[in-house]
């Protein structure tokens, strides 16, 4: 019996480690696993609702972690690990994405010769500036399992001199997660609930400090929403980070006097894959959301220098935009005006991600 950790943290994990639990859990016999959440977010909406609309179970061990600066967050997800690593032994941990929650387990992990594998890895935006390049740099580099879900992510791995035998091409993970519950979703009636009739809107999701956490940036975002909204309904589902930085940079006035824009609660899984299935496009910062709506054909706007997953802009539907109010707007309306890009799904986005990861291990 080999003992696994699945280690969650932040929003984005939640769906990207469902699948794998319900895979290790059809095998009893060769698999005992515990669900680690550090608590790196912990409202309600970023993770409970994650819980129940994927089929989690209540975490084996929670952390509690909490909020802090990046040190302090990443010291305390360390320290509270470490505990729970030397009293349980686990034979394998596994860590996905990108987030401080991942890199923090990861090192842990390591430094007791337990092995870590990483699901999405070998993606790489080549901007050390963000946080998450810096954990994906070092949860790769000291995985033994690397798990990847695009070809591009093997050639930056083996670009980086990552032994062949520790990358495994496995796909999507993500995309398991919508596949399952696509149909389910389908039945949400969040559209009703916040008053919109048709699929004549935009959703967006925006997180990254570089766009919020700073008055010029929010500012220049704002003002191309209002001149959108003119066009087109927004749905603005908002994330914690988000709306603490309206109310701290003075914004908050400003965005609630944009006529034909519905600001919502951070929404759940079924939600917000509803919002997205539907949306004429999307504008987002955010990573998964420019892998879903590749996924669902909608075309996606991220506002973003670069992208740690190119493949979304390469095949799919994804298309970089510049922060810029009136390079923003012409996007938008370009989009508006029928030119949208066609995209096709990349490999291995095919819903057996999980499938495929547990081989390895079997
Ligand atoms: C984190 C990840 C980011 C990921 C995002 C997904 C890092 C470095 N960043 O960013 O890669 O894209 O999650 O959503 O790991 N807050 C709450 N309630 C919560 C969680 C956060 O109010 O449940 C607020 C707090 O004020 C907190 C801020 O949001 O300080 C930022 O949270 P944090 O986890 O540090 O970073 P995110 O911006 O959420
Ligand atoms: N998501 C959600 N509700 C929201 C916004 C996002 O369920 O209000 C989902 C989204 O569909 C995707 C994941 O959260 O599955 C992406 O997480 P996020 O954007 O927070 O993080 P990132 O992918 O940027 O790290």
Redesign the pocket.
């Known amino acids: 019996m080999k003992k696994i950790h699945l280690v969650v943290g932040?929003?984005?994990n939640?769906?990207k480690m469902a699948p794998l639990y319900d895979e290790f859990r059809k095998h009893p016999d060769e698999f005992q696993v515990k669900l680690i959440h550090t608590g790196q977010h912990y409202d309600e909406?970023?993770s409970a609702?994650?819980f129940s609309?994927l089929g989690l179970p209540e975490p084996d061990v929670y952390l509690g972690v909490g909020s802090g600066s990046h040190g302090r967050q990443t010291a305390l997800i360390m320290e509270r690990y470490e505990e729970i690593l030397l009293q349980d032994r686990p034979d394998v941990v596994i860590v996905a994405?990108?987030?401080n929650s991942t890199a923090a387990c990861a090192i842990d992990a390591v430094k007791l010769q337990i092995p870590v594998a990483h699901l999405e890895a070998g993606l790489r935006s080549f901007d050390r500036s963000m946080p998450?390049e810096i954990n994906r740099l070092i949860t790769d580099s000291i995985a033994e399992w690397l798990l990847t879900p695009s070809s591009d992510a093997d050639a930056n791995l083996l670009h980086e001199g990552i032994a062949p035998e520790k990358i495994h091409f496995v796909g999507n993970i993500?995309i398991d997660?919508?596949i399952r519950y696509k149909e389910r979703a389908a039945m949400s009636t969040i559209r009703q609930e916040i008053g919109i009739e048709n699929d004549e809107y935009c959703l967006i999701?925006l997180?990254?400090p570089r766009n919020v956490d700073n008055f010029e940036g929010l500012n220049t975002i704002l003002n191309a929403f209002k001149e959108i909204s003119k066009n087109i309904k927004l749905i603005f589902?908002?994330?914690p980070r988000t709306r603490k930085q309206l109310i701290n940079l003075g914004l908050e006035d400003k965005v609630k006097a944009i006529k034909n824009l519905i600001l919502?609660?951070?929404?759940?899984?079924y939600?917000?894959?509803k919002l997205?299935m539907e949306s004429k496009f999307i504008l987002?910062?955010?990573?998964?959301?420019?892998?879903?709506s590749t996924w669902f054909g909608i075309p996606c706007l991220t506002l973003r220098p670069n992208t740690e997953r190119p493949i979304t802009v390469t095949e799919g539907t994804n298309q970089l935009v510049e922060l810029n109010t009136d390079k923003i707007i012409l996007a938008v309306n370009n989009i508006l005006a029928g030119n949208t890009k066609k995209g096709k799904i990349p490999l291995l986005w095919d819903g057996n991600t999980a499938s495929r990861v547990i081989k390895i291990f079997r």
Not at 264 to 269: D, R, S, T, V
Request: aromatic share 12%; glycine share 10%; net charge negative.
């Open positions: 932040a929003r984005p939640f769906m909406r970023m609702f994650f609309d994405g990108d987030v998450e993500m997660s919508l999701t997180h990254r589902p908002i994330h919502i609660e951070p929404a759940g899984y939600d917000f894959m997205q987002t910062d955010s990573g998964g959301v420019q892998e879903e």
